[in-house]
């Protein structure tokens, strides 16, 4: 049974930082990318960061580049998102999501950011960590 596990999220000042981590557990096949997703306060959610597992190509939204970095630990099984610069409207429920559903669309793409930062094709999710920036 896979299972996805956050941990990290708090409450910081604007301009603090905060590391976010994800322990995956349960796969028996390696996972073409997982990244972080996040929702807003009565918003949709959006995808943040994320990684290819093979090469460790990175993605991010637009709105996080420059101050968000994600990382795996391929033998801790761990993925993480280290956040500095925060912002109020980076107050969201954070999410780790693994196993992305069509990567082959995604390894001929010429976009492929579009499709993996979009959280409908994400299969498994872990439960959520709360962070709140205030100003």
């Known amino acids: 049974q896979v299972q996805l596990v956050e941990s990290g999220g708090g409450s910081v000042q604007a301009g603090g930082s905060l590391r976010l981590s994800c322990a995956a557990s349960?796969?028996?096949?390696?996972?073409?990318?997982w990244g972080w997703f996040r929702q807003p306060p009565g918003k949709k959610r959006e995808g943040v960061a994320v990684?290819?597992?093979?090469?460790?190509?990175?993605y991010y939204a637009d709105s996080v580049k420059g101050r968000f970095t994600i990382s795996q630990d391929n033998a801790k099984n761990t993925l993480y998102l280290q956040m500095n610069s925060l912002k109020p409207e980076d107050t969201a429920v954070y999410y780790c999501?693994?196993?992305?559903?069509?990567?082959?669309?995604?390894?001929?793409?010429?976009?492929?950011?579009?499709?993996?930062?979009?959280?409908?094709?994400?299969?498994?999710w872990g439960q959520g960590t709360q962070v709140t920036v205030s100003s």
């Open positions: 999501a693994a196993d992305f559903s069509r990567p082959d669309l995604a390894r001929f793409s010429p976009a492929p950011w579009l499709l993996l930062l979009d959280p409908r094709d994400y299969i498994h």
């Open positions: 349960g796969y028996t096949y390696k996972t073409y990318s």
């Open positions: 990684v290819v597992t093979e090469g460790g190509r990175t």
